[in-house]
């Protein structure tokens, strides 16, 4: 089973896609889009501060040989 990857991840994933469309087509600036962009950046910057939502750190251990 694959894992996805975290919900960080995917919130920056997804701020990029609609600021490259909006980039793009800037007509589109009066619509909804703009409005997510900005809802998408407020749950960056709530999911860094939730480590629930952040990838978790790997642990130096797995990549060190241990003797025991």
Do not use: N, T, W
Request: net charge positive.
């Amino acid at each position: 089973m694959e894992s996805r990857p975290p919900v960080l991840d995917r919130l920056y994933i997804a701020h990029g896609l609609i600021a490259e469309i909006l980039g793009e087509a800037p007509q589109l600036h009066d619509c909804h889009l703009d409005q997510a962009l900005f809802v998408l950046s407020l749950a960056i910057k709530r999911a860094r501060r939730s480590p629930k939502l952040r990838q978790p750190p790997v642990s130096a251990y797995r990549e060190q040989y241990l003797p025991f």
